[in-house]
């Protein structure tokens, strides 16, 4: 074996759903370079070893998105991921399908359920017919206005983000991080004139499932950072349409009892969540609570420099977010 290659250990998900009962994991050992990306080798595997081995892939540049899949359980493109970083990390390179999407057959599984989250968004202009389109001429934009489509333009579809998305695997009904990334190009975009309508569907519709875990933005190969365009989408919402259900009333609840003591008032915080009378079913989680932790009952005292913390609310809490 050459100093310039690596004895690369592949274990790679093999399934085949009408001859398999159950999944397996099948070892290849090639000889590579370690700046051989991992779908080079399952290439060469196929091309070379084992030619039923079921795969995805397209233009090996990182611009389709089609190789995505599971590498050492992280969600990424397989063509832009070199095996050296992975056997010198890991010892060998387990290649599995994305999850929350049912498997096909080994690594390529069924995208219905993430383009169909993508579909019930709407994910085109919606013009105002009083005002179409000049016909055969652009409609210029301002920088600011070209600005304020973040890096949400960059995204290719890879579906990364929706298979490390551990909300898409609690709730198949969130609409997953690519899709509300895509909301929010739209929301913005000053040619659209159904933002309002759009943020007001999908507060109730998901939006508020977001588990913050930023999984998203990290399995993401273009840094279009869904995590933060689904935060921007959260705060434009309640200020088109106030905090309408659990997820945004809480969060509102908990911004108040911070800026205005500094800590949090557990019992306030719940009423304010579920209002009076959805209070009354948390009652018995409730006394469990206080009676494990008695002064989440007492009404808390400001903290000391409260004034300060209101300084810092006041400087980070600009005018509320609107569509255009």
């Not at 050296?84 to 390179?93: C, D, N, Q, S, Y």
């Not at 999908?202 to 993401?220: F, K, M, S, V």
């Amino acid at each position: 074996m050459s100093e310039s290659t690596v004895a690369a250990a592949f274990d790679v998900y093999r399934y085949d759903p009408a001859h398999d009962a159950k999944p397996r994991y099948q070892r290849y050992t090639l000889n590579l370079s370690p700046h051989t990306p991992v779908l080079t080798a399952l290439l060469r595997i196929r091309a070379e070893v084992d030619p039923s081995l079921a795969l995805r892939y397209s233009c090996r540049s990182a611009i389709c998105g089609s190789c995505a899949m599971q590498i050492n359980s992280k969600s990424r493109l397989a063509c832009e991921t070199h095996i050296g970083p992975e056997m010198a990390r890991h010892g060998r390179i387990v290649v599995e399908p994305m999850r929350n999407q049912p498997v096909l057959r080994d690594l390529v599984v069924d995208q219905a359920p993430f383009w169909r989250q993508y579909d019930r968004i709407e994910p085109h202009l919606r013009l105002d017919p009083a005002h179409p389109m000049p016909e055969g001429r652009p409609t210029p934009m301002t920088p600011e206005e070209v600005d304020r489509f973040k890096e949400t333009p960059r995204c290719i579809a890879c579906a990364a983000c929706f298979s490390a998305c551990p909300a898409v695997e609690a709730d198949p009904e969130f609409p997953g991080p690519m899709a509300l990334a895509k909301l929010y190009r739209f929301v913005v975009d000053p040619r659209d004139r159904a933002h309002q309508d759009r943020l007001v569907r999908i507060q109730p519709n998901g939006l508020w499932l977001c588990l913050r875990c930023h999984l998203c933005t990290e399995a993401c190969p273009k840094d279009v950072r869904p995590s933060e365009r689904i935060r921007d989408l959260k705060e434009m919402a309640i200020a088109v349409q106030g905090a309408t259900e659990n997820g945004s009333r809480h969060a509102v609840g908990f911004k108040e009892n911070i800026s205005e003591r500094g800590v949090l008032n557990e019992m306030r915080l719940v009423r304010q969540t579920y209002g009076t009378v959805g209070l009354v079913g948390q009652l018995g989680q409730g006394l469990k609570i206080v009676r494990k932790k008695p002064e989440v009952a007492r009404k808390p005292h400001p903290i000391e420099g409260v004034d300060e913390l209101e300084k810092i609310y006041a400087a980070l809490d600009p005018e509320p977010k609107e569509g255009p």
